[in-house]
């Protein structure tokens, strides 16, 4: 009875989270008559691809299409996954084989940042952007989500990088095998479930982020897209039918990124939560 009940309550849990996601869905595919009905309808009666159409043929922004900005977030966010995967990998791996001074105050430092608030960092960064001559570049966007995405990587692989024992190192070492060669062939392909669950992060990180993206952003062209389903809402009214079919748009990369990496998304988290 207890099973039961669990089951249960966790499929009323499901329900109550995918509903949003279903309404978007049903949204996207209704004409707008049926969507500012009196009474509206769960599922569509004469369902349409009109507003999937309206989007992916026309211009938010003159000269833009959503095309245009959806490139944008995807330069952006597979930037951030690759170097913030490439520079957390580095760092776990010095903090967990290596003793130095500070060492533990580095990784209280980890924990610390995740803390502040980003909102708190939106106008040092600014200035640090101008300075660096970066304002108005994708660049701008990448080495700032790229920041926000290091601290629970390096935290989350440090634990992958001390539970592969030394031995299978010492091992590849007394065989002749060099640095490079026991980094790329014993430890990276340990690690990988480790670098699955933080590149899950990292993507979410940069593919949803906005206030950055209109801070740092002002050529039109050069917008991400969590910044271009603003224009779809207007000052006194707004379509919605546009507005959820561009966010169906909107989901999907990262539904099918986490689809490709669901396998070993579950085991890295549990691996990386008991070693280290």
Same mark, same amino acid.
Not at 63 to 91: E, H, I, K, P, Y
Not at 115 to 123: D, G, K, S, T
Not at 139 to 151: D, H, M, V
Not at 196 to 211: H, P, Q, R
């Given at each position: ?12 849990? @499901? +329900? ?5 996601? *279903? ?20 599922? %569509?009666?004469? %369902? ?11 211009? /938010? ?7 245009? &900005?959806?490139? $944008?977030?995807?330069?952006?966010? !597979? ?12 760092? @776990?791996? @010095?903090?967990?084989? &290596? ?13 610390? !940042? ?12 600014? +200035?640090?952007?101008?300075? /660096?001559?970066?304002?108005n570049t994708?660049?701008? +966007?990448? +080495?700032? *989500? ?36 026991? &980094? ?18 990292? &993507? ?8 950055? @993206? ?14 271009a389903m ?8 707004? $379509?919605?039918? %546009? ?16 689809? /490709?990496?669901?396998?070993r998304m ?11």
């Amino acid at each position: 009875m207890k099973k039961i009940a669990l089951n249960g309550a966790g499929l009323l849990v @499901a +329900l109550f989270a995918a509903f949003p996601v *279903y309404w978007m869905i049903s949204t996207s595919l209704k004409p707008s008559k049926e969507i500012f009905s009196s009474t509206p309808q769960p599922v %569509p009666t004469h %369902p349409t691809l009109a507003h999937y159409r309206e989007i992916l043929t026309g211009n /938010l922004i003159p000269g833009v299409s959503f095309a245009d &900005f959806f490139l $944008n977030s995807a330069l952006v966010a !597979v930037s951030t996954v690759v170097l913030s995967g490439l520079v957390a990998l580095l760092a @776990a791996t @010095a903090v967990a084989r &290596f003793r130095f001074r500070l060492r533990t105050s580095f990784l209280i430092m980890l924990l610390i !940042v995740q803390m502040i608030p980003l909102e708190a960092l939106v106008i040092p960064l600014f +200035l640090m952007i101008q300075r /660096l001559g970066l304002y108005n570049t994708l660049p701008s +966007l990448i +080495l700032t *989500y790229l920041g926000f995405s290091l601290p629970f990587a390096v935290w989350m692989l440090r634990g992958f990088v001390a539970a592969v024992p030394k031995e299978l190192e010492e091992a590849a070492a007394i065989d002749g095998a060099s640095r490079a060669q026991i &980094f790329r062939r014993i430890l990276f392909p340990l690690v990988a479930p480790g670098l699955v669950a933080t590149s899950i992060f990292s &993507f979410i990180t940069a593919w949803n982020e906005l206030i950055f @993206a209109l801070t740092f952003i002002n050529d039109q062209s050069r917008y991400t897209l969590p910044v271009a389903m603003t224009f779809f809402f207007g000052r006194d009214d707004t $379509n919605w039918g %546009p507005v959820m079919a561009a966010s169906t748009l909107f989901t999907l990369p990262v539904i099918i990124f986490f689809l /490709l990496v669901q396998r070993r998304m579950v085991s890295g988290l549990v691996a990386g939560a008991v070693k280290g």
